[in-house]
């Protein structure tokens, strides 16, 4: 059977600029600059229906993660499914709009909630890097930087 794709609705379309392959560097407080730690990339699977996230870590020491981002029923928010190969698995709620992206961790779901976790990106207004912080809160209230990234796209 050859049918054309349905329209994919506007919370799912507005993840396009994801798509392609990121060249990642971290950088932690009290840290030299890493350069680039791995990479990350960005397709659709099952019809469009989902954006999944490889991200491939150079350091050992670091786990390699999958994650898969699903438009929320109400079209403008997400829930990001994350994996990585230590067999966690992690649950956020995701928002993106205006070029700024969030995730946010602060109920346990498939694992433990030891620490609260926070995560905004912003792109680029030529949408060819994003510079993202990863904050997290052992108390679930009082915030810190924990590291940050930079993306930058490479196809």
């Known amino acids: 059977m050859d049918a054309s794709p349905e329209p994919r609705p506007a919370a799912r379309a507005a993840l396009d600029v994801f798509v392609g392959e990121w060249s990642i560097a971290a950088l932690f407080p009290d840290a030299p600059p890493t350069g680039p730690a791995g990479r990350a990339v960005f397709a659709w699977d099952l019809g469009g229906q989902f954006l999944v996230q490889r991200v491939e870590i150079a350091d050992a020491a ?13 079209g403008t928010t997400y829930t990001a499914h994350y994996f990585d190969s230590r067999g966690v698995v992690r649950l956020y709620r995701m928002t993106f709009g205006d070029g700024i992206w969030t995730l946010q961790r602060d109920t346990a779901d498939f694992s433990p909630l030891p620490f609260a976790q926070r995560f905004r990106g912003t792109f680029s207004d030529d949408a060819t890097t994003i510079h993202a912080r990863w904050e997290l809160a052992e108390d679930g209230a009082t915030w810190r930087p924990d590291f940050d990234l930079t993306y930058t796209r490479l196809a």
């Open 62 to 74: 670091a786990p390699d993660s999958q994650w898969i981002l699903a438009a929320d029923g109400d």
